[in-house]
């Protein structure tokens, strides 16, 4: 009597303990997980228009005053590497430092490079091209958590349709 009490409350104890949710099947997706650990960030964006030859700046969260900018020989020292990476469906990888405040000068990579010194602030000011060029821009974590596979990993990201990165708009 007391076994058959034991083997009836075990049941009742193991039959509570079951989830309710449904279980993953092999067609249901899961994004992937990512490490948001301090780190250089990976940003993956869509501009309104072509601007991977324009060096950008960052503009004040309210759009009325440039918050950083590069000095040339920072533009001149990474050469190409400051230009975004190409990915799929249009979407650009920052290699320049922007964020959701970037704004696209009317100098290009090359021009601005060859310059002597860094333009004053009212001269970059008139230089902006468009301070609205995000149509999307999203952290897709610590860069370093990719290691050499950063564009297929991101490309990837993208079929997911950056589901497990972080929206900056």
Do not use: W
């Not at 309104?48 to 060096?55: A, E, H, I, K, P």
């Not at 799929?88 to 010194?117: H, R, W």
């Amino acid at each position: 009597m007391r076994l058959a009490l034991l083997i009836t409350l075990a049941t009742l104890v193991a039959s509570s303990c079951q989830s309710s949710k449904p279980s993953m099947t092999q067609n249901a997706t899961q994004a992937t997980p990512l490490d948001f650990s301090a780190g250089p960030p990976t940003l993956v964006y869509k501009t309104r228009q072509d601007y991977t030859n324009q060096v950008a700046i960052i503009l004040t969260p309210d759009k009325t005053g440039i918050a950083a900018y590069p000095h040339p020989q920072d533009i001149a020292k990474k050469g190409n590497r400051v230009k975004p990476t190409l990915l799929t469906d249009g979407y650009l990888l920052d290699n320049q430092g922007i964020n959701q405040y970037v704004a696209f000068t009317s100098y290009t990579f090359e021009q601005y490079a060859a310059l002597p010194q860094a333009p004053s602030l009212e001269e970059l000011k008139n230089s902006i091209i468009d301070a609205n060029p995000l149509a999307y821009i999203c952290n897709c974590g610590n860069r370093n958590q990719f290691g050499s596979s950063l564009e297929s990993a991101l490309n990837n990201l993208i079929a997911e349709k950056l589901t497990p990165c972080k929206d900056l708009n």
